[in-house]
């Protein structure tokens, strides 16, 4: 009686693990519902029966499985033999899966992975390799790949500071495109036109130096002043205007055209900030900003464009007292009474209804 009960556990742990690797392969997508459904209600569901038929191809097994149908369900056998392809997709996934399923049988019965000899593959070196790339989706877990950042051409191996190697390649990405301001500018930059040598800085020295000043600043500083100036750059080109030097009717004329485009009450301001910046790191000499004529059209556009907060109506306590009402009173349905309470939470919290979807009721 004991061996006989052994003999049965033994038989149920092989059923649960060959169905458990079973519903594994047909939760793939290339298998319908209706097949998985009728393939479980039939002996192949049994992996290790599976592994136990003896053919030597796909069409083999679908023609077998053709003869047995007759024996089955009515319903199984039609959907069963309806889709050959599917069968034979089904007998290549489990015969490729055939050693990691009786290694992890073994192990689920207690005998590990056991120490006996490796079997020999003697198929190809193509054969195996797909036999491996049909395995691993069904033993492995899907891990969410780590993100990966750009580095330096020139560097060799992964870095130890990945946000500081990729924060150091814009701001040499957007120091050469300020470089290629200076050089558009020609003589008006005066930190890339040709000066005298020093006797006390090497060549080598004030080029390292000339480095240092155009990739000084934070990233998104540099992206945007830079941007600023090459803009006004491409309006100069359009309109036929030397951008170089800077003097204040080009300034003003520029001006002009971005109040024509209806620009906001910060876009004036911000160019002119972003001249100041570039004029600094290039060492431009900067006409006059504080023109009373440009400031006059920056007070009209700031007039003209700029919104006024205005504080919100206060809801009338009657209008609380109502929806507290109808909180309270049962015949309501329940969905709107609990929106109606969270309604009534943002206002005695004095919340925005973008700002209550960060707030979780019950802490």
């Not at 701001?171 to 890339?192: C, D, N, P, T, Y």
Request: proline share 4%; with cysteine; charged share 25%.
């Amino acid at each position: 009686m004991h061996v006989h009960a052994v003999t049965v556990a033994v038989s149920e742990a092989i059923m649960a693990q060959s169905d458990r690797w079973t519903v594994k392969i047909l939760s793939l997508p290339i298998f319908s519902d209706e097949f998985s459904l009728a393939l479980l209600k039939s002996p192949l569901a049994n992996l290790a029966f599976v592994h136990a038929i003896d053919v030597q191809t796909s069409s083999e097994f679908v023609e077998l499985v053709a003869e047995w149908a007759g024996s089955w369900e009515e319903e199984v056998s039609r959907v069963l033999c309806s889709q050959p392809t599917a069968l034979e997709h089904f007998w290549r996934l489990a015969i490729s899966a055939e050693k990691v399923f009786l290694q992890s049988t073994c192990f689920q019965l207690g005998f590990g992975l056991c120490e006996g000899a490796l079997a020999e593959d003697t198929e190809g070196s193509v054969a195996s390799l797909r036999r491996l790339a049909t395995v691993a989706p069904l033993v492995k877990k899907v891990i969410q790949p780590s993100k990966k950042f750009k580095a330096d051409k020139g560097d060799e191996g992964n870095s130890s500071t990945p946000l500081l190697d990729q924060e150091n390649a814009i701001k040499v990405k957007w120091a050469g495109r300020l470089e290629s301001i200076g050089k558009r500018a020609g003589q008006f930059a005066k930190l890339l036109s040709e000066q005298e040598p020093c006797e006390e800085l090497e060549p080598g020295e004030a080029a390292k130096l000339r480095k240092l000043v155009l990739s000084s600043g934070a990233p998104r500083t540099m992206i945007a002043h830079v941007r600023a100036v090459e803009r006004f750059e491409h309006w100069a080109a359009f309109s036929e205007i030397e951008a170089f030097p800077l003097t204040v009717e080009k300034i003003l004329k520029y001006a002009l055209h971005l109040d024509s485009r209806f620009c906001g009450p910060t876009v004036i301001p911000s160019f002119k900030t972003s001249l100041k910046w570039v004029a600094a790191r290039l060492v431009m000499d900067l006409p006059n900003l504080d023109d009373r004529r440009l400031r006059a059209l920056q007070e009209k556009v700031v007039a003209d464009r700029a919104k006024t907060l205005k504080e919100a109506k206060p809801i009338p306590v009657y209008v609380v007292g109502a929806l507290e009402g109808l909180v309270l009173n049962e015949a309501e349905g329940l969905a709107a009474r609990v929106f109606i309470w969270w309604i009534l939470c943002m206002i005695f919290a004095s919340l925005r209804f973008d700002d209550a979807i960060h707030v979780s009721p019950k802490d």
